[in-house]
């Protein structure tokens, strides 16, 4: 079907304007509000000790969640490309649950397994091991919804290198870790770098599941999306929030330069 000048033309302000009202007119609003009384405020509202607390702990769950993430990404989805069991689809549909459950009920079930009346609440009874409303339980909760990115972007590259390469390092006589180490890791290096970028944007940006497992106390179990909601609803300082929630407009901005160049990066290559 050929499409006419007139209708390509309309398609694009059409789709420009789609996003300059859903994004663009949001972000432009939040950078005048932070900024109309000039940058020294917002250097002052986003290095009190909150916000820095906020900020330290956000980096400390990205620092503890995205090794585990690779970790686990990759072992599943070698275990899905290259494995042969039963149970395979009930795998794949529990990788992307996070995409389809709710964060606020990740949260709930979460509370339901590990709080003091769920079914590992004797850790925290017995053995003193505080989860739900302490820095494990938010860490569990951002590893949940953080699943699916280094799996889904590793299991097709996996899929495109095929078992070829593996097979004749076998053949030679290097053994599986060899194989992985010398062979599969740099074939899947891109995929497992956009997956990492990806990971940690989601990680930075959550704010459903890990409320609900937080204590939410400023200074001290707060990231920077609690921060934002805390200054925003209970201690109604909008200027704060505004500048809470530039900062993390800064790191996604950040995150998403780094894909930026990652992505042309392999590109080129």
Known sequence: MIVSTRTRISMRVLALAYLGILVALPIVLIFYRTFEHGFSDFWASITTPA?????????????????????FGIATALALVRGRFRGRGIVQAI???????????????????????????????????????????????????????????????????????????????????QTFWRITLPAIRWGLTYGVVLTVARALGEFGAVIMVSSNVSGQSQT??????????????????????????????VTLLLMTVLDRKRTKE
């Open 51 to 71: 916000a820095i607390s906020a900020l330290s702990l956000s980096l400390l769950i990205v620092a503890i969640v995205v090794p585990l993430n690779v970790i």
């Open 95 to 177: 990788v992307d649950l996070p995409f389809a459950v709710s964060p606020v009920v990740v949260g709930v079930s979460l509370i339901l397994l590990w709080g003091v009346d769920g079914w590992f609440g004797f850790l925290q009874s017995s053995v003193g091991f505080k989860v739900i409303f302490a820095l494990p339980g938010m860490i569990l909760a951002t590893i949940f919804v953080t699943l699916p990115f280094v799996v889904r972007e590793v299991e097709p590259v996996l899929h495109e290198i095929g078992e070829e390469q593996e097979q004749a390092a076998a053949t030679l006589g290097a053994t599986r870790w």
């Open 224 to 253: 920077l999306t609690l921060l934002v909601d805390s200054r925003y609803i209970d201690d109604r300082n909008v200027f704060g929030a505004y500048s809470a929630s530039t900062l993390l407009m800064f790191l996604a901005l």
